[in-house]
């Protein structure tokens, strides 16, 4: 079954290499582990998946649908639910399944949120050119020309000024350097997407 889990961002520090070589790694732990929910089939949805809870969230609040999808897996309702499409499933629904699912030296795509940076101007979101910056130009920092007149419009994807940040966005073919099955903890090569303590989800490559 292709491999997932979801966990958390620790954060980036660098370590060496059996060679002597320094290499910058992101911490990513899974905090005891995501458990199966469901098991998606081709007979009843139509695709072969299976689902992921990840972090306890209290009964109070969680919908009473959350509660009893997750009694059938004998755990407590998740904050987080994911899905893994997969053709070849072993697992079964109130496995837990940690950070051992993955091998050293393997390769993993990283999705997570990437972080808010607030509303932005075309120089900084969209890395526009700024104009003349003499007295007389009066326009320095604009967004620049709204296309020809005839359309009476703009036309849809011009940069404009807008929200930046807070993409989603995955980091393909990162190699897992370290893999530290008592901590929860894996070590990928590079940085991935989001804020220290962010979401992210690590899936098997799909390149590889």
């Known amino acids: 079954m292709r491999k997932g889990l979801l966990m958390r961002k620790v954060g980036m520090t660098q370590i060496f290499l059996d060679n002597g070589t320094i290499c910058p790694v992101t911490v990513l732990q899974a905090q005891g582990g995501n458990t199966v929910l469901q098991i998606k089939t081709y007979e009843n949805d139509g695709y072969e998946a299976y689902q992921l809870g990840f972090e306890d969230k209290k009964e109070r609040v969680s919908t009473k649908a959350e509660i009893a999808h997750c009694k059938k897996a004998n755990t407590a309702p998740k904050r987080f639910v ?4 997969s053709h070849e499933i072993t697992a079964v629904v ?12 393997g390769f993993v795509d990283v999705t997570g949120k990437a972080k808010g940076k607030g509303y932005a101007g075309p120089i900084k979101l969209n890395h ?9 130009s009066k326009y320095h920092r604009g967004v620049g020309s709204m296309g020809a007149i005839a ?5 849809k994807g011009k940069h404009m000024p807008s929200h930046m940040g807070a993409w989603t966005r995955t980091v393909q073919n990162l190699t897992i350097v370290d893999v530290l099955a008592d901590k929860d903890v894996i070590l990928v090569k590079g940085n991935v997407p989001g804020p220290k303590k962010g979401l992210v989800f690590v899936k098997a490559s799909i390149k590889k």
């Open 82 to 85: 994911a899905e893994v499409r």
């Open 94 to 105: 109130g496995d837990v399944i940690k950070v051992d699912t993955f091998e050293k030296g």
């Open 128 to 136: 526009q050119h700024r104009g003349p910056m003499a007295h007389g």
């Open 151 to 155: 359309p009476n419009r703009v036309y």
